[in-house]
């Protein structure tokens, strides 16, 4: 995949999808502004003897709970691609632990939890204590020196297109389409996480999202039914399309139900969005094929070296 890089700078990305004259989004309410306000988030100084990004919680260094961690890598996407056997394959690694539930679904779920942003952090970073407890049993000495060079990170699939509510990001005030995604929330986090992304057939993918959905909402599954769905969904992309970019579109969620998601297959879009924040360097992408049998050892090869832990050769 050949990544078109934008510019990482907010005002260059305003620039592009933004008009200062027409009101074309609502503003955000005071309520809705510090549950996104991520730009008033200033990290923590990690501290240097950890290879993830931990920082002192309390005043005294006495135990794990007065270490926070945040994520050293993120896989954002996408669903039904096979990132739950990623996660699994991480986890064979011995310097990367993952003893928490791989989604917490933090970055595009924060109106549910209503506090603004810098305080949600604290909760999210809550998420992390096992492996946090874990990276701190198994220090190492470098120079005479305690060092921690163990890793974690999370794998909620949903922060790479589910921006449903960026009008209501800061830095997106009367813009077409968003200058500002989930990437930068990430980004403010810790600006130097690696990302990794698995990527499938787009049509296999929509199928198994359309019957793993149908276990939930509830809806008959058929061949029949899903290509009427595709179809009504592919009408209203091209409706879209006569009158927004392609980017734009894939965006709006309402151009589909739960039932079709057309637009989580567009995944240069989004890919794009989160290598101009983080820079290409610090993006992975991987296909689904990659992980057959006779291929996944010298996947999951690359991916520890792109983490840049060290080499680990598991049995199976």
Same mark, same amino acid.
């Given at each position: 995949?050949?990544?078109?890089?934008?510019?990482?700078?907010?005002?260059?990305?305003?620039?592009?999808?933004?008009?200062?004259?027409?009101? $074309?989004?609502?503003? %955000?309410?005071?309520?809705?502004?510090?549950?996104?306000?991520?730009?008033?988030? /200033?990290?923590? #100084? *990690?501290?240097?003897?950890?290879?993830?990004?931990?920082?002192?919680?309390?005043?005294?260094?006495?135990?794990?709970?007065?270490?926070?961690?945040?994520?050293?890598?993120?896989?954002?996407?996408?669903?039904?691609?096979?990132?739950?056997?990623?996660?699994?394959?991480?986890?064979?690694?011995?310097?990367?632990?993952?003893?928490?539930?791989?989604?917490?679904?933090?970055?595009?779920?924060?109106?549910?939890?209503?506090?603004?942003?810098?305080?949600?952090?604290?909760?999210? $970073?809550?998420?992390? %204590?096992?492996?946090?407890?874990?990276?701190?049993?198994?220090?190492?000495?470098? /120079?005479?020196? #305690? *060092?921690?060079?163990?890793?974690?990170?999370?794998?909620?699939?949903?922060?790479?297109?589910?921006?449903?509510?960026?009008?209501?990001?800061?830095?997106?005030?009367?813009?077409?389409?968003?200058?500002?995604?989930?990437?930068?929330?990430?980004?403010?986090?810790?600006?130097?996480?690696?990302?990794?992304?698995?990527?499938?057939?787009?049509?296999?993918?929509?199928?198994?999202?359309?019957?793993?959905?149908?276990?939930?909402?509830?809806?008959?599954?058929?061949?029949?039914?899903?290509?009427?769905?595709?179809?009504?969904?592919?009408?209203?992309?091209?409706?879209?399309?006569?009158?927004?970019?392609?980017?734009?579109?894939?965006?709006?969620?309402?151009?589909?139900?739960?039932?079709?998601?057309?637009?989580?297959?567009?995944?240069?879009?989004?890919?794009?969005?989160?290598?101009?924040?983080?820079?290409?360097?610090?993006?992975?992408?991987?296909?689904?094929?990659?992980?057959?049998?006779?291929?996944?050892?010298?996947?999951?090869?690359?991916?520890?070296?792109?983490?840049?832990?060290?080499?680990?050769?598991?049995?199976?």
């Amino acid at each position: 995949m050949t990544l078109k890089i934008e510019s990482k700078n907010v005002a260059d990305r305003r620039a592009k999808y933004c008009n200062f004259q027409a009101d $074309t989004t609502k503003m %955000a309410s005071a309520s809705h502004g510090r549950v996104y306000a991520y730009n008033a988030y /200033n990290h923590p #100084t *990690f501290t240097l003897n950890f290879k993830n990004p931990c920082f002192l919680q309390g005043v005294n260094y006495k135990s794990s709970e007065d270490i926070r961690c945040v994520p050293y890598f993120l896989l954002p996407g996408f669903p039904k691609c096979a990132t739950t056997s990623v996660w699994e394959g991480l986890k064979v690694h011995p310097r990367i632990k993952l003893l928490h539930f791989k989604e917490p679904n933090f970055l595009h779920r924060l109106d549910r939890g209503g506090l603004p942003f810098t305080d949600a952090v604290k909760n999210y $970073t809550d998420t992390f %204590a096992e492996s946090t407890k874990a990276i701190m049993s198994s220090p190492h000495f470098v /120079n005479r020196e #305690t *060092f921690y060079d163990q890793i974690t990170g999370e794998a909620s699939v949903d922060y790479s297109f589910d921006n449903r509510y960026w009008p209501l990001y800061p830095g997106n005030e009367n813009c077409r389409e968003p200058a500002v995604t989930l990437a930068d929330f990430a980004h403010r986090l810790n600006p130097n996480m690696k990302i990794i992304f698995v990527v499938r057939d787009p049509v296999e993918r929509l199928y198994s999202d359309y019957v793993f959905e149908s276990l939930f909402l509830g809806y008959p599954v058929s061949k029949q039914g899903f290509h009427q769905r595709v179809l009504s969904t592919i009408a209203a992309h091209k409706l879209c399309r006569k009158y927004q970019s392609a980017r734009a579109c894939a965006y709006n969620s309402s151009l589909e139900t739960w039932e079709v998601r057309l637009r989580v297959g567009m995944y240069h879009v989004f890919i794009e969005d989160w290598a101009a924040v983080f820079t290409a360097n610090n993006i992975a992408v991987i296909r689904t094929e990659e992980l057959d049998e006779d291929r996944k050892l010298e996947t999951y090869r690359k991916l520890f070296k792109f983490l840049d832990v060290r080499r680990y050769f598991p049995s199976s």
